[in-house]
């Protein structure tokens, strides 16, 4: 079936470093691609997503592009800030569901 | 104003007893579900709803009974908790019919501790 592999965590940066998150996919149809997040104590909210290949999805400074070629859809930021801890879901469509990662886990030291 | 809302936030028990736990929103969405997520994060789809319609039902054990008065609503019974029970639960809501476009709203969580 079809499913969502990302890096394992924690992935521990200092602020202003620059962040990657991988994701992988494998799907048998065109998914939708999503990071989703989750701050502690908190439940998951959308962070960004794409419909097709080659969209690229941003907000608050972070970015993910949907390639179709590699089948991923890596999550990046350019400088990270303390505030971004939190865990970070790839996500995809599947079956009128969403199929989530097991979650990457994020610190950022002042 | 507070999206979707899930009652209790915590919840302590004991193996055995029965509990339940409320979501309602106010988005005017047609679909909710409820997903369990476990000590290491991982988050797995348990049910979904649309128009108080079962549209998915993955493999959950019966002692879990979701119920949808409505379509603002979605209920979760659990019968005879287990220790393997205790997780956070998260209720969600989509706009779209019987399924969705991929943009869900979480709840808070409910944490659920089976002693």
């Known amino acids: 079936g079809d499913s969502v592999t990302q890096m394992e965590g924690p992935v521990t940066l200092s602020e202003e470093a620059f962040l990657t998150i991988n994701c992988t996919y494998t799907?048998?149809?065109?998914?939708?691609l999503f990071w989703y997040v989750q701050y502690p104590g908190e439940g998951l909210q959308l962070l960004l997503k794409?419909?097709?290949?080659?969209d690229k999805g941003s907000n608050k400074g972070f970015e993910a592009t949907y390639r179709k070629e590699t089948t991923s859809f890596h999550l990046e930021k350019g400088s990270v800030q303390v505030s971004d801890s939190a865990v970070y879901f790839c996500?995809?469509?599947?079956?009128?569901?969403?199929?989530f990662g097991k979650g990457t886990r994020l610190h950022i030291l002042p | 104003d507070t999206a979707v809302s899930q009652t209790p936030k915590y919840l302590v028990t004991q193996m055995g007893n029965d509990k339940s736990i409320k979501c309602e929103q106010n988005?005017?969405?047609?679909?909710m579900y409820w997903y369990k997520q476990d000590s290491k994060k991982f988050l797995k789809i348990m049910f979904s709803?649309?128009?108080?319609?079962?549209?998915i039902n993955e493999t959950v054990p019966n002692r879990f009974s979701p119920k949808s008065p409505d379509k603002a609503h979605l209920n979760l019974h659990i019968n005879s908790l287990e220790l393997g029970d205790s997780a956070v639960y998260f209720c969600?809501?989509?706009?779209?019919?019987?399924?969705?476009?991929?943009?869900?709203?979480f709840g808070e969580g409910s944490r659920l501790t089976v002693l």
């Open positions: 969600a809501s989509s706009q779209g019919d019987r399924g969705t476009t991929g943009e869900l709203f």
């Open positions: 709803y649309n128009n108080k319609e079962l549209i």
């Open positions: 996500a995809l469509t599947s079956d009128n569901k969403i199929i």
């Open positions: 988005l005017g969405h047609d679909t």
């Open positions: 794409a419909t097709k290949a080659d």
């Open positions: 799907a048998t149809g065109y998914p939708s």
